[in-house]
Nanobody, 113 residues
């Protein structure tokens, strides 16, 4: 069956960094645009970044541009999000999504001193 499993979240101090991973299975990962979406406490979903199926095109929301890097390894069916210079505004549950079809369960990122 289809699975998207995020990992790599946790508690980090302001200014720190994290790398989130999303392991995909059960579908043809290499044919999908992939997305990272987050939801901060008490707020709606916010699109963060997306990457084309072959990894050559990447896009970021203005709120994360320059601090987040999305990448993928199609040989490993894995999506990544490298996050630098974390602030409390980045505290959220981070989800990966495959096109409009599949979502993971999310991984919590908490930025706090």
């Amino acid at each position: 069956q289809v699975q998207l499993v995020e990992s790599g979240g946790g508690l980090v101090q302001p200014g720190g960094s994290l790398r989130l991973s999303c392991a995909a299975s059960g579908f043809t990962f290499s044919t999908y645009w992939m997305y990272w979406v987050r939801q901060a406490p008490g707020k709606g979903l916010e699109w963060v970044s997306r990457i084309s199926a072959d990894g050559t095109n990447t896009y970021y929301s203005e709120s994360v541009k320059g601090r987040f890097t999305i990448s993928r390894d199609n040989a490993k069916n894995t999506l990544y999000l490298q996050i630098y210079s974390l602030t409390s505004e980045d505290t959220a549950v981070y989800y990966c999504a495959a096109g409009n079809d599949y979502w993971g369960q999310g991984t919590q990122v908490t930025v706090s001193s």
